[in-house]
């Protein structure tokens, strides 16, 4: 049995939860789920599908997908009946990258990156536990890696996602890692908890995260912080390319200084203090 204060404070934080539950609109939150169905490996969705996947009967989604055509987010083949998603879904990512000044600011920090590595250039923030790409530029010729704007990856597999979990409160840490899905994408993968955590702690103290092979066979990356004047993430800045592109040594000699200077540019122009992060 529960101590008097634990039972006090527990039927506080349920009454809390009941009383925002009852404001969520439950038509909204599928139809976000609906939207969110659609992805590259299964671009249309027909009826049947939408309803299976979200664990509904067929006639639960039947008017969402409605509205969601009359609001013009997605459309029917007539031939098929299959449901995609339409051009108009990126006014909603775009509207939310228009408001990130950094997508602006980074660009010329990523031109220069991607010019002096030989690699393409990112900037990604953290989303629950995955990195979402909110600017790139695609390093030209066969080294070209398929990284684009709105790209989602595992923050647990790639150097610019370590980077974003080390510098969040210590105390997530554990509970990011425990919601996230730590699958295995190569041999070199780390799905082990413990194991990510004494990275996470390196990966802090030194200022930078290096990754091989751990997304995507033969690819190395390099990525750093960015930090507001609050000394608070804002996103974190990477090059990735093929191995043979970006050797150890030169990523040690070159590619490495280079992250950290831009890193320290723009961690400067969100009026962070260097000094601080040198300290």
């Known amino acids: 049995m529960l ?11 349920a009454k809390t939860k009941e009383d925002k539950d009852r404001y969520n609109s439950s038509s909204l939150v599928r139809g976000l789920e609906i939207l969110r169905l659609f992805r590259p490996e299964q671009p249309t969705l027909s009826l049947v599908e939408i309803a299976n996947q979200l664990g509904v009967s067929r006639t639960t989604p039947f008017r969402l997908l409605f509205t969601l055509q009359q609001l013009g987010y997605l459309r029917q083949s007539e031939s098929t009946k299959r449901y995609e998603l339409t051009p108009k879904v990126l006014e909603l990512g775009f509207a939310y990258l228009n408001t990130l000044q950094i997508t602006d600011v980074a660009r010329p920090y990523l031109e220069r990156l991607r010019n002096e590595t030989g690699g393409s250039a990112h900037v990604g923030i953290l989303d629950e536990t995955s990195v979402v790409y909110v600017a790139c530029e695609s390093a030209r010729g066969v080294t070209r890696l398929s990284v684009a704007v709105g790209s989602r990856l595992p923050a647990h597999a790639t150097a610019i996602g370590k980077t974003l979990l080390a510098f969040q409160p210590k105390d ?9 899905d730590l699958h295995s994408y190569t041999k070199d993968t780390k799905t082990m908890i413990t194991a990510l955590l004494k990275e996470l702690e390196v990966v802090r103290n030194q200022g930078f995260s290096i990754s091989s092979g751990e997304f995507e066979a033969g690819v ?18 990477s090059v990735a390319a093929p191995e043979s592109v970006l050797p150890e040594d030169y990523v040690a000699r070159s590619v490495l200084p280079a992250i950290l200077e831009a890193a320290d540019e723009l961690s400067t122009f969100y009026g962070y203090k260097l000094a601080r992060r040198r300290g």
């Open 3 to 13: 101590p008097p204060f634990y039972e006090r404070e527990g039927k506080a934080v």
């Open 220 to 237: 190395r990356s390099v990525a750093a912080p960015i930090f507001n004047e609050s000394g608070e993430l804002v996103a974190a800045i």
């Open 172 to 180: 997530q840490w554990q509970e990011l890692l425990l919601i996230s």
